[in-house]
């Protein structure tokens, strides 16, 4: 049986990792530290102005640190749902502006640069808040209504529908099986392709709901079933009958994502509904 995760599962594995244990935005915090000595030495001098000034800075990059490092986890978290806005407000643009801002001020007050060289250093850092972090994510795009269901129906509908892909994915991390990991992740493409299609035309929402509501919850549970059951029981047997189990799901998704936009029904019914009763009877779910 092949132990070693594929790359995809690895690399889905260490963006969540990253997710929620990023040290993305800490450079400003390093920015901050930098004027402590400047501070001191302005204690130890008497000079006021240099204190008032480096202090200043020391306090404004850790406010655009903090709001940035804020901006960032919004973001993460919110990654699988492209139809809200990440926060109320543009955290890391304001950030950004924050360290323009500062950085100016510290060149013309501190270093004692001319308007023009300071104007310079504050439209560098502006530009290297954007190149290294971008900006807050323009207004989420718009669902329309289509066969009854409003633009905030679909969005739910849809956004469940990832909320379960991301569920999917979470328990196929738990299958040390690189092959099975693949197969997994073909699934989860091609439900995802379902969804951008739905997002691009929301037109088959009736058709597609039952798939994306229904069918895919029972692909977590089998998914999430095998995941539990074959650390209990290494058995040649049911990892068969899991990878036989993924074909036949793989090609139902396959064949309903070209039904999708067509008028003929959905006929994946009888083929999960067997499916799951087999799966049931073999111990997977």
Known sequence: MDRLPSLKFAKRFTEDTLHHYSPRGLLLYFLALALIPAVIIGLVKGHV???????????????????????LA???????????????????LISALLVA???????????????????????GA??????????????????TEAHGYSG????QTLTGALATIKTIEQANRKI??????????????IAEGVISELEADPRGIRRARKFLNVYLDSVKQVT?????????SASQELEQNFRQALD???SAFQEQQQKLLEDDMFDLDVKIEVLTAQLKREGIM
Not at 108 to 114: D, P, R, W, Y
Not at 126 to 143: E, I, N
Not at 224 to 232: F, L
């Open 49 to 71: 102005m240099s204190i008032i000034v480096n202090a200043t800075g020391f306090a404004l990059y850790c406010l655009a640190a903090m709001l940035l490092r804020r901006g």
């Open 74 to 92: 919004a973001e993460a978290s919110t990654r699988m749902n492209r139809w809200l806005n990440a926060t109320k407000w543009p955290l890391k």
């Open 101 to 123: 801002l500062t950085t100016g001020l510290l060149a013309v007050l501190g270093a004692q640069q001319s308007l023009p060289v300071s104007l310079i250093y504050g439209v």
């Open 126 to 143: 502006l530009l290297g808040m954007y190149l290294s972090y971008g900006f807050d994510r323009p207004k989420p795009f718009q669902l």
């Open 152 to 155: 905030d129906e679909i969005r």
């Open 176 to 189: 040390l099986n690189s092959e099975l990991n693949q197969r997994i992740d073909s699934i989860c493409e």
């Open 224 to 232: 999430e079933g095998y995941a539990k059951t074959h650390r209990q």
């Open 248 to 250: 036949a799901i793989e």
